[in-house]
């Protein structure tokens, strides 16, 4: 059986995204920006996009513009939001610990030139506390900067909240919502949210493309020079079918979220419960405010990068935060942050759903798994310490 | 990040993996705070390891490179055995990533310990400078 089970990495390509962009290629492939009318009909197809993607978060179209991606989207409205900022003396953004590298890369670079960098604890259960944001504002508070989902242990933070904290201080509020959108309810206005990140190859669209919401009234300098595209805001011929395909993808994802989310979330379960069964295993993150697909684990004894390509064999595609994975020394920042000691960290795994996945699927994942972890279990010199010691 | 055939040949099926009740020299070197734990068992005869068992908790690399270096000194005289490099090893392998190298030198660092260990229990005499060696991580 093969299931693919890394969806928060990426996922397949809808079939109504792929149909929405063929003729992109083929017939709409003029450039918007070209007066003639093979240019007008891309021009079109890409407003149409902008405005369904508008519809799908409740924001004004005007307010939506589309980039390469979650990363650039990050940078954009970070790095621009501390510039815009740093001019009227503010140069103190609030992040939280376990965001993104696209974030936290972005903020190690800002701190280097000069902006104050506060990094909010996520506590155990992997969620950021709106008191703790409401205690870090500071008169020179530029920016707070918290991802909607995290992408490894899956929990929801409470957004809503946050940002209202954020417009009651007059600070500006940013999400990175890449795991968010098109997985649960997002609502730019009601949700307080003046800057929103998304990327479509997070809910069936194309790579390579995604989008940035920023409220009206709130002037970014540009990331990317070189033309008008953008109401000239971001240089580059717009990629029309990812565009086009990243609408027609959000608009069906949004259009099932409810379904779909009754669906994930009983796979979900069935999955924890089949992994809690294993001795010594944990699931990370609340229970409750975590996204519909997301299954985080660690198995004590074994080291994440053999447990997956164990499974891989078995035809299970799914991730870990292990350190040999991270290409470091150091198990994923997420898992540490929620307080796990390196020793457990090395032992994650994280399956991430999506409604094409099946019970039957899970039913085999949870019967892959025992003899696997007991393999490497059995050739573990740290199982055997663990046994010993009893703790 | 790719893994050749030949590491992967030796994780899906790796050799000489247990422990042996009746050792002579156990070597265990790395530790669980950075991922990676090997641990070697040689029983050893007028100084040949007859055989050679290994235990490790690690990623793939560590699995494979445990693998095939008990099987490169299984037979072979202590003196042979403490010739045997990190580089020879990943040699063995058709490479390793680079960032996986660590796992080579945890291998060779598993048998000196365990030639060392022999030696200590058997109080027989050896050139500690030779057994020097640091912990690969820090």
């Not at chain 1, 493309?209 to 971001?234: D, F, H, T």
């Not at chain 1, 292990?322 to 198990?331: E, K, N, R, V, Y």
């Not at chain 2, 005289?77 to 490099?85: F, G």
């Amino acid at each position: 059986m093969k299931v693919y089970a890394d969806n928060a990495a990426t996922t397949k390509i809808s079939k109504i995204a792929l149909d929405a962009m063929m003729p992109c290629f083929l017939e709409t492939y003029g450039n918007p920006s070209s007066l003639h009318s093979v240019g007008q009909d891309a021009f079109h197809a890409v407003r149409d996009a902008r405005n369904t993607i508008a519809k799908c978060i409740n924001a004004d179209p005007n307010d939506v513009y589309f980039s390469s991606g979650g990363s650039e989207s990050d940078n954009w409205a970070i790095k621009g939001a501390a510039y815009l900022m740093a001019k009227k003396g503010k140069k103190h953004i609030i992040s939280s610990k376990f965001e993104h590298h696209a974030v936290l890369h972005t903020l190690n670079v800002l701190e280097k030139e000069g902006f104050e960098i506060t990094l909010l604890d996520v506590y155990e259960n992997g969620l950021v506390r709106v008191e703790d944001v409401k205690n870090a504002i500071k008169e020179d508070t530029a920016l707070v900067t918290i991802m909607f989902a995290n992408n490894e242990i899956g929990t929801v933070q409470p957004i809503r909240e946050i940002g209202a904290v954020c417009r009651e201080k007059g600070v500006l509020f940013h999400t990175d919502a890449v795991q968010a959108v098109g997985h649960v309810p997002v609502d730019v206005v009601a949700d307080n949210i003046d800057m929103m990140s998304f990327s479509g190859h997070k809910f069936h669209g194309p790579k390579g493309v995604g989008g940035l919401y920023c409220k009206k009234g709130i002037r970014l300098p540009n990331l990317i020079e070189g033309g008008a595209q953008e109401r000239n805001r971001r240089a580059g011929t717009e990629n029309v079918p990812a565009i086009v395909g990243m609408a027609a993808a959000l608009k069906d994802a949004c259009d099932h979220m409810e379904e779909n989310t009754k669906k994930l979330v009983k796979m979900r379960e069935q999955l924890i419960e089949g992994i809690l069964k294993i001795e010594r295993s944990r699931i990370n993150g609340d229970r409750e405010h975590r996204l519909p697909g997301n299954v985080s684990a660690c198995f004590e004894g074994v080291e994440g990068e053999s447990l997956l390509l164990y499974l891989d064999i078995m035809g299970i595609s799914a991730s870990s935060g292990s350190a040999c994975t991270s290409g470091s020394l150091d198990p994923s920042h997420v898992l540490l942050s929620i307080g796990l000691p390196h020793e457990i960290a090395h032992g994650s795994l994280r399956l991430s759903l999506c409604e094409d996945n099946t019970p039957e699927e899970m039913e085999y994942i949870i019967e892959q798994l025992p003899p696997i972890i007991n393999r490497l279990r059995d050739m573990s010199p740290l199982w055997e310490k663990i046994q010993k010691e009893g703790k | 990040m790719e893994y050749s055939e030949k590491v992967m040949e030796h994780f899906v099926n790796p050799h000489n993996v247990g422990k042996l009740e009746d050792a002579d020299g156990i070597g265990e070197v790395g530790n669980a705070k950075c991922g990676d734990i090997m641990k070697m068992y040689l029983k050893i005869e007028n100084d040949i390891i007859t055989d050679v068992k290994f235990n490790t908790y690690g990623c793939a690399s560590a699995i494979a490179t445990s693998s095939i270096a008990t099987d490169m000194i299984k037979g072979q005289p202590l003196s042979e055995a403490l010739k045997l490099t990190n580089k020879a090893v990943v040699e063995a392998l058709d490479g390793l990533p680079a960032v996986k190298i660590h796992c080579s030198v945890l291998a060779e660092q598993a048998i000196k310990a365990a030639v060392k260990d022999y030696y200590d229990k058997n109080g027989i005499e050896y050139n500690k400078a030779d057994f020097e060696f640091e912990d690969h991580h820090h």
